[in-house]
Structures are given as structure tokens and as C-alpha cells.
């Protein structure tokens, strides 16, 4: 009988063509690790040029725990054939690594190499239970807010009402809503204007009762002392004592919400929070146990964008961050030895199919603004919202710098994002894009 012919073990066959899409190992790691679209660097292997000799089966299985085999089987090639195309395979694997590794460090080009994420499901966002009082009128749910005035016209008698408009809906069939004044005078209120994107909403009012608009002081400062105001079911006036806690919050893009350690009653959402002398800087924008709240800058610069232009601008910037400064000791410490970052944002979840996604930002990257606009996330927002001012004035052409430093490699670049505007006239929103001259 002829022997059989026998069989052999081809090469391997790592970072070529020819390799597996992805092996065990960063098959466990994509599962564990949320940022698996980052970089990753193999530079744990065993270098292929160390190998030598013949591969046989029990050398092929040692070997076959750590990187992938790929078995053939190739009666007709001769061993010295074998041996050259495996070091031209490997000599320019290593070429086309060295080629990445040096772009990386020069830091063009790099980030949109980066494979794009997974597609994230659409977030709904949660509704919280809560206690609210509320009281039925005409058979529709009432829930009461606060507000406080921001205009009053002393000749026509009219007067501006800045709150919250959670559940307003403005349609022809919903009863405008009733706005009651410190006297515990009811007049009707007119719901004139809308922002989904601030939550926040505009009532006029008609009163004979003189009403005075409360002294507005500067942007809202982390540990700063505050007082909470708000009116209770019989109207009468509630403050809550606290400080602005060091910490900040992002959800769904909106990253301009600060945080007191106090503990507003449901009344209280829509109300006013002064200092220590007596002056407006922020509104309560969800109540409860460490209370969320809006910049006082933030609303007048709404406020009078509106006023000015009836419609409110601001650039389209899909990206949820955390301020670097506000991170944990051990995330600052760590930023700080080995990237030598002590400062930007981080960025925590971006859009999918987003401008920035598609220039090579992604998850866990840590950002910079070239221009100076601030250290903290709401002055990042006072930022974008004086774009949308120049925007209505009539600039139309406008881009964001950016540096972007890839942190779980050796990436740094600064990228130009061409700017879109969200134009919303409590009407209808629109995007407009700006294209870069």
C-alpha cells in the first residue's frame, strides 16, 4: 500500500489579509469593555521572527492558546517556499505596523481610522414617580410650578414669566394655564413661547398688581451658598438652604445642569435660587433630594435671544461630557502621570452618525476647546449659545476646533467641526448647516 501523503501546518497568519477577524480574546474584551472601538495595542505577542524550525502539531497547538492558527493543508509546496513567504508575510506585517505606529505619534489622520462604535438603540428617557401636588381642574391634571418674572411693562401692565414646561402642551384645545401672584390673585397666563431643548418656557401675563422684576446676578460657581425659593400649596414662600455642589451631569446633549445638596420640594420647580445677596442665579429645574439647576446666565441669554430674534440658536453638538476637573482623584491622577491632561472634558456618550463621530471622536476621549470658553460645562454652554447669537446676527459661517486626545493610545489631533444650527421658533425647529469657506 503507498503511504499517505503527509500533511503540515501552514503559518501563521496574524494582522495580514489572511487573519480572523477577531479572536477570542478581543471578542471578551468588546463584551467588558464599553470603548471597544478604541485602539488597541498587541504588543503583549511573541515577535513571529523569533520562530524557527518546523511547526508541528503539538508546537501549533502551544501556540494556538495565545493567536489564531489557520490549518491547510499543502502537499506540493516545499519547505524553503514555506519559509519565504511566511518572512515576506511578516516582514510586511511589520512594515504596515511600524507605518501605523509612526502616524499615530505624529498625530494625523489617526482618530478617524478608529473603527466606528456599535449603533445605540434609541434612549428613552426615564419618567421619575414622584409625589406631586396636584389638583384636578376641568378634568385635566394640574401640576403647579414656580416661576418668576423676568420682564414687566409698567404702562401696558404686561409682564414676562420664565418656568419650566414639562407639561405644558401648547394646542389650540389646552387651556392656557392660570398663573397665581404673591397677593394670591389668579390671572390667566398665555403661553407664548417653548424650548424643548432648555425646557423652558415663556407666559405673559396681564396684572393690575405692580410686579417687580428680581435683581439678577452673574453665572452660577461651584460650591457657592444659596437659597432655594419656591411657593407651597397655599402660596405661601419656601426656602430650602444649600450650597451648589462640586460635581456636574449630562443627559441626552444637555450639559449645562449644576446640582444643589439641598432638598427642594416639588413646588419649588421653576423657581428662583439667589445668593447670599438676595440676587437670581440659577433656576430649579427638577426637584427633590440634590436638586438640579440652570445657570441664571443660561436663561437671560435665552430670554433676550428670544426677545430679539423669536426664535432661539444653538449649535448642533451631540455629545454628552464630563468636566475633567470634577472627575474622581484617582481618574485625575491617572490623566495627569500618563497623558499629562489636566484639564478638557471627557467625553461620556456621543451621537451615532454624528459629525464628531465621523471626524473620529469617540467614547473615553478626552477633548479641548481651542477657543477660551471656560473650564466648566455650563460656561461651555454660555459658549455655544453666544455662537447661536452670532449665528442670528447674521455670521454664517462658524467652526469649533477641537483637540482630541485618544487616550487609550498615542493619538493627539485638533479637528474643525463645520458648525450646524438647531433654530427653534416654538414653532417649528429646524437644522441648518453652515458650510466652512
Not at 487573519?19 to 477570542?24: C, G, H, I, K, R
Not at 434609541?122 to 378634568?139: Q, W, Y
Request: proline content about 7%; hydrophobic content about 35%.
Amino acid at each position: 500500500m503507498p503511504p499517505k501523503p503527509r500533511r503540515s501546518v501552514a503559518a501563521l497568519s496574524v494582522g495580514g489579509h489572511d487573519a480572523p477577524e477577531s479572536s477570542p480574546a478581543m471578542s471578551t474584551r468588546s463584551k467588558s469593555t464599553p470603548d471597544s472601538d478604541l485602539r488597541s495595542h498587541d504588543g503583549s505577542n511573541p515577535s513571529h521572527e523569533s520562530w524557527s524550525g518546523r511547526l508541528t502539531r503539538s508546537r501549533a497547538k502551544q501556540i494556538g492558546q495565545v493567536l489564531p492558527i489557520q490549518a491547510v493543508e499543502s502537499p506540493g509546496i516545499s519547505s524553503n517556499n514555506k519559509k519565504k513567504r511566511k518572512r515576506r508575510e511578516i516582514e510586511e506585517d511589520t512594515a504596515k505596523k511600524q507605518a501605523q505606529m509612526s502616524s499615530s505619534a505624529e498625530g494625523h489622520g489617526t482618530l478617524a481610522s478608529r473603527p466606528l462604535p456599535p449603533m445605540h438603540p434609541p434612549t428613552t428617557p426615564r419618567v421619575r414617580k414622584s409625589s406631586r401636588i396636584t389638583r384636578l381642574e376641568e378634568g385635566k391634571l394640574i401640576s403647579p410650578r414656580t416661576g418668576f418674572v423676568i420682564s414687566w411693562d409698567r404702562a401696558t401692565k404686561r409682564a414676562m414669566i420664565v418656568t419650566l414646561s414639562t407639561y405644558f402642551k401648547k394646542k389650540p384645545h389646552e387651556p392656557q394655564p392660570e398663573v397665581h401672584l404673591p397677593d394670591k390673585s389668579i390671572v390667566q397666563g398665555r403661553l407664548i413661547f417653548m424650548n424643548r431643548h432648555y425646557n423652558l418656557s415663556i407666559l405673559e401675563i396681564t396684572s393690575d398688581l405692580p410686579l417687580q422684576v428680581p435683581a439678577f446676578g452673574s453665572a452660577s460657581k461651584y460650591g457657592q451658598k444659596i437659597l432655594a425659593l419656591s411657593r407651597d400649596e397655599n402660596m405661601s414662600l419656601v426656602a430650602r438652604r444649600g450650597a451648589i455642589t462640586w460635581s456636574d451631569g449630562s443627559f441626552m446633549w444637555r450639559n449645562h445642569y449644576m446640582f444643589v445638596d439641598c432638598d427642594v420640594p416639588e413646588g419649588g420647580v421653576g423657581g428662583p435660587v439667589v445668593d447670599s445677596c438676595g440676587s437670581s442665579i440659577a433656576m430649579v429645574h427638577r426637584a427633590g433630594p440634590g436638586a438640579v439647576i440652570i445657570s441664571i446666565s443660561i436663561i437671560c441669554t435665552f430670554f433676550e435671544m428670544w426677545k430679539q430674534f423669536s426664535c432661539v440658536a444653538r449649535p448642533v453638538f451631540d455629545v454628552d461630557l464630563r468636566s475633567v476637573e470634577l472627575a474622581g482623584v484617582s481618574l485625575r491622577e491617572e490623566l495627569s502621570v500618563k497623558h499629562n491632561i489636566n484639564g478638557g472634558f471627557m467625553v461620556k456618550r456621543i451621537a451615532d452618525d454624528s459629525a464628531l463621530e465621523h471626524l473620529g471622536v469617540r467614547r473615553g476621549d478626552v477633548i479641548f476647546f481651542e477657543d477660551e470658553c471656560g473650564t466648566s460645562l455650563p460656561e461651555i454652554e454660555d459658549y455655544l449659545l453666544s455662537l447661536g447669537w452670532r449665528y442670528l446676527q447674521g455670521m454664517k459661517s462658524m467652526v469649533l476646533k477641537l483637540l482630541v486626545h485618544d487616550i487609550e493610545g498615542p493619538c493627539k489631533e485638533t479637528i474643525t467641526l463645520p458648525l450646524e444650527f438647531s433654530v427653534d421658533s416654538g414653532k417649528k425647529k429646524r437644522v441648518i448647516s453652515i458650510a466652512k469657506k
